[in-house]
T-cell receptor, first 117, second 111 residues
Framework: DAGVIQSPRHEVTEMGQEVTLRCKPI?????LFWYRQTMMRGLELLIY????????DSGMPEDRFSAKMPNASFSTLKIQPSEPRDSAVYFC???????????????FGEGSRLTVL | QKEVEQDPGPLSVPEGAIVSLNCTYS??????FMWYRQYSRKGPELLMY????GNKEDGRFTAQVDKSSKYISLFIRDSQPSDSATYLC???????????FGGGTRVLVKP
């Protein structure tokens, strides 16, 4: 299995530009998570989907951030317009979530390192 | 105050030493406790998973949970240079997949 695949691995852009990060989860997994990691705030959950439906987006910082999951094998995280404080590593993770019961192991991608100048 | 507190380190030890890591938390509803290992420029990967209080051992790794003190620990015996990484604790409540992560402790094992 190829694991969770994220693109791009690195993105450098200027303030005000639109940024789109992409994620392909592990085949068969039904939950997908977007995290952001910074030195100051650590690993923060932005949003997660179950069966392509957004379940909890309370971590999305503001309206400049949006996420979609049009099908089981693809998700995007978009920032428009981007700001320097959005600079971080953005991770996508997937999981096989049961209908109830304990949390399952998260499988992370290698991350997209975003720098906004 | 953060829900989960973790000393950022770095924690530097000689090869073969025991590495001791810990996290404290404030939410008494947490019941599931995990440790993830993150190598530089990589995503975190699950290392240990425990439920409620008690100990769990897996090879050189031992995880301990003390819910009465809201304190969890990870011990690495006979540490190797390949153990050099950032270790993140993570916790979840009874249901759902929403994990709360600690900030991570960077560990350096010197040959």
């Amino acid at each position: 299995d190829a694991g969770v695949i994220q693109s791009p691995r690195h993105e450098v852009t200027e303030m005000g530009q639109e940024v789109t990060l992409r994620c392909k989860p592990i085949s068969g997994h039904n939950s997908l998570f977007w995290y952001r990691q910074t030195m100051m705030r650590g690993l923060e959950l932005l949003i997660y989907f179950n069966n392509n439906v957004p379940i909890d987006d309370s971590g999305m910082p503001e309206d400049r951030f949006s996420a979609k999951m049009p099908n089981a094998s693809f998700s995007t995280l978009k920032i428009q317009p981007s700001e320097p404080r959005d600079s971080a590593v953005y991770f996508c993770a997937s999981s096989l979530m049961g209908t109830s019961g304990p949390p399952r192991e998260l499988f992370f991608g290698e991350g997209s390192r975003l720098t906004v100048l | 105050q953060k829900e989960v507190e973790q000393d950022p380190g770095p924690l530097s030890v000689p090869e073969g030493a025991i590495v001791s890591l810990n996290c404290t938390y404030s939410n008494s509803a947490f019941q599931y406790f995990m440790w993830y290992r993150q190598y530089s420029r990589k995503g975190p990967e699950l290392l240990m998973y425990t439920y409620s209080s008690g100990n769990k051992e897996d090879g050189r790794f031992t995880a301990q949970v003390d819910k009465s003190s809201k304190y969890i620990s990870l011990f690495i015996r006979d540490s190797q240079p390949s153990d050099s990484a950032t270790y993140l604790c993570a916790m979840a409540q009874a249901a759902g997949n929403k994990l709360t992560f600690g900030g991570g402790t960077r560990v350096l094992v010197k040959p």
